[in-house]
T-cell receptor, first 116, second 114 residues
């Protein structure tokens, strides 16, 4: 199906475990993003990627690792999960539409992660 | 860094009332983009509108309208004749031309009662 998908949709894990959240888009958008959503904070950018093999930190990158070997995939890894990483994670993709348009980001359905 | 403030945490209205959601932003860039997203109870994020910094025309789309005022750094969103289906969390967001870091406000939870 066309669009942007995330897997798993729900995940429960334990403190200290490694967890990888997957994101896949079929639009061939150059840009991909990972956000976390927490009450009172809205969405905060964790990492983004402008193209395959190009990634950069966002507002809250600590404790997370990303990679982008293929344009369509952008996995997010929590190397050693902590309770403070319990959150809803959203992946997004976009193309840069130029000076007039900027980015219009399209979001995946989200992954609800609970770290016990 | 850029910043977005949505001072209204929660708003409750009765169906058919008009409601305005406030958004105030801060940026040092002269070229930037403002967005509104809707997050219904099902959890997905739905894009509503994008506005760039050099287009201050207000926009109307059905019952939705947006008022962009650079002089007050505001990008407010009005729903006319609200409906129960408008109940959601609404996010205002800002991105700068030279920065891919989109900043979101904390969101406003709108409840429309029948």
């Amino acid at each position: 199906d066309a669009g942007i998908t995330q897997s798993p949709r729900y995940k429960i894990t334990e403190t200290g475990r490694q967890v990888t959240l997957m994101c896949h888009q079929t639009w061939s958008h150059s840009y991909m993003f990972w956000y976390r959503q927490d009450l009172g904070h809205g969405l905060r950018l964790i990492y983004y990627s402008a193209a395959a093999d190009i990634t950069d930190k966002g507002e809250v990158p600590d404790g997370y690792v990303v990679s982008r070997s293929k344009t369509e995939n952008f996995p997010l890894t929590l190397e050693s999960a902590t309770r403070s990483q319990t959150s809803v994670y959203f992946c997004a993709s976009s193309e840069f539409l130029g000076l007039a348009g900027g980015h219009e980001q399209f979001f995946g359905p989200g992954t609800r992660l609970t770290v016990l | 860094a850029q910043k977005v403030t949505q001072a209204q945490t929660e708003i409750s209205v009765v169906e058919k009332e008009d409601v305005t959601l406030d958004c105030v932003y801060e940026t040092r860039d002269t070229t930037y983009y403002l967005f509104w997203y809707k997050q219904p109870p099902s959890g997905e994020l739905v894009f509503l509108i994008r506005r760039n910094s050099f287009d201050e025309q207000n926009e109307i789309s059905g019952r939705y309208s947006w008022n962009f005022q650079k002089s007050t750094s505001s990008f407010n969103f009005t729903i006319t004749a609200s409906q129960v289906v408008d109940s959601a969390v609404y996010f205002c967001a800002l991105s700068e031309y030279n920065n891919n870091d989109m900043r979101f406000g904390a969101g406003t939870r709108l409840t429309v009662k029948p």
